[in-house]
Nanobody, 124 residues
């Protein structure tokens, strides 16, 4: 079992930055690839970024590539999403997830465990 709690969301103006954090608990956290997903009102949840167990490999949705950076600190059992140059279309609830191994290696990215989400609102 992995328990996940996100923090760091809020209201920011377009062009600004936010850093999301995800605190994980559970003995198997360090074995999991981790990911960030988001869901905007009226839309399906979508993949944002993923990182492998060591932090050595990262993957991003085209819509955030070059603006967002995912990282992890296994010593702190935490995963982060640094979001720069934010746009109004980045407004969504952001979820941290422990990504299933099958979906990670197939590139389809889906979660085995999910946090409760944190709201990010970008004003124009």
């Amino acid at each position: 079992q992995v328990q996940l709690v996100e923090s760091g969301g809020g209201l920011v103006q377009a062009g600004g930055s936010l850093r999301l954090s995800c605190a994980a608990s559970g003995r198997t956290f360090s074995n999991y690839p981790m990911g960030w997903f988001r869901q905007a009102p009226g839309k399906e949840r979508e993949f944002v970024a993923a990182i492998n167990w060591s932090g050595g490999s990262t993957f991003y949705a085209d819509s955030v590539k070059g603006r967002f950076t995912i990282s992890r600190d296994s010593a702190k059992n935490s995963v982060y999403l640094q979001m720069n140059s934010l746009k109004p279309e980045d407004t969504a609830v952001y979820y941290c997830a422990a990504v299933s191994f099958r979906s990670y290696y197939s590139g389809t990215y889906d979660g085995d465990y999910w946090g409760q989400g944190t709201q990010v609102t970008v004003s124009s």
